[in-house]
């Protein structure tokens, strides 16, 4: 039994008829008939009633042609596969992002590269504080958006945009009540939600949520530690708390006074610069290399959109 009496045992389904399947595959019909006779001896059963005008499968012939089926899809992927890795394709990417980069960036570049290299398969990770950094020095990742000041020797990286990020509360929170600038034990009186830390260091560590690296955190204050950006705006929505988080993600909020900005002697709106990094001790593959020069035009867009 070989792939090609599988092909043609398809080719006569498909076609309805040995002549079909004999023109399909420039072959006689005599030749289609020797080749299915063979495979039946092969496999001990009978294909096709040979008794009706049209090819018609038995229970026997529909179980092996449905297992057919597979085989020859499973075999046309591992060939495509096979033309992939040696033009350069990357057969997986990884991709960490850090949580205050906007999701919808990564997801609708990757909408075409997912379509057009259909054998690769794609992996996102969202990273909190050093996650994303921790993720591409270890290898676990080919690409990674994080923040400027993370960025160490031996990363290579590109400027995407920048983020705002704004100490918020709701408008009946005790501390945006005082309407005044408050300082900083004013507010360690009331909870400050956090993001914990993804980075595999401080997974290690006896409390691995921790967030070490948390830019504004009051460490002798009151905390509600979560693990993303989406449960924290709901926490602070709730009036349970106060927190930064970004502007493009609370842009509705601010202009509907549903949130609004707290005013802080020492917690002030802060810019973080959002780059694209990879190591610069490896070589890029080809859709890598394709994301990595076309995230920066699709990023300088964002705000316009």
């Known amino acids: 039994m070989n792939?090609?009496?599988?092909?043609?045992?398809?080719?006569?389904?498909?076609?309805g008829s040995f002549s079909g399947a004999?023109?399909?595959?420039?072959?006689?019909q005599p030749g289609i008939s020797i080749a299915i006779k063979k495979l039946e001896t092969e496999l001990g059963v009978s294909l096709f009633s040979r008794n009706?005008?049209?090819?018609?499968?038995?229970?026997?012939?529909n179980a092996i042609y449905q297992k057919a089926k597979r085989i020859i899809q499973q075999s046309d992927e591992l060939l495509?596969?096979?033309k992939q890795l040696s033009s350069g394709i990357e057969p997986e990417i990884w991709i960490a992002i850090d949580s205050l980069f906007p999701t919808s960036i990564i997801t609708n570049l990757l909408k075409h590269y997912i379509d057009t290299y259909s054998e690769t398969r794609f992996n996102l990770t969202v990273e909190y504080i050093e996650g994303?950094?921790?993720?591409?020095?270890?290898?676990d990742a080919n690409l990674a958006v994080f923040s400027k000041d993370q960025i160490i020797a031996g990363l290579e990286s590109k400027p995407l945009m920048t983020v705002s990020l704004i100490p918020v509360a709701t408008p009946d929170f005790p501390a945006a009540k005082l309407n005044?600038?408050?300082?900083d034990d004013e507010l360690k009186q009331y909870i400050q939600v956090i993001v914990g830390d993804s980075s595999r260091s401080v997974r290690q560590e006896t409390n691995p949520n921790y967030p070490t690296g948390a830019v504004g955190l009051f460490k002798d204050g009151k905390h509600w530690i979560v693990n993303d950006n989406t449960i924290k705006k709901q926490i602070i929505k709730a009036g349970l708390g106060w927190g930064r988080l970004p502007e493009y993600l609370i842009h509705k909020e601010l202009a509907s006074r549903t949130l609004v900005p707290l005013n802080s002697k020492t917690i002030k709106p802060v810019q973080s610069e959002?780059?694209?990094?990879?190591r610069s001790d490896r070589s890029a593959g080809l859709i890598a290399e394709h994301i990595w020069n076309e995230i920066s035009l699709v990023s300088r867009g964002y705000y316009n959109n």
């Open 22 to 28: 004999a023109k399909n595959l420039s072959q006689t």
């Open 52 to 61: 009706q005008y049209r090819a018609k499968l038995t229970p026997e012939g």
């Open 180 to 183: 005044r600038e408050l300082n």
């Open 3 to 15: 792939l090609y009496q599988l092909k043609i045992l398809l080719t006569i389904v498909e076609t």
């Open 80 to 82: 495509n596969l096979g």
């Open 274 to 278: 959002m780059h694209i990094v990879r």
């Open 132 to 139: 994303a950094k921790d993720r591409l020095i270890n290898s």
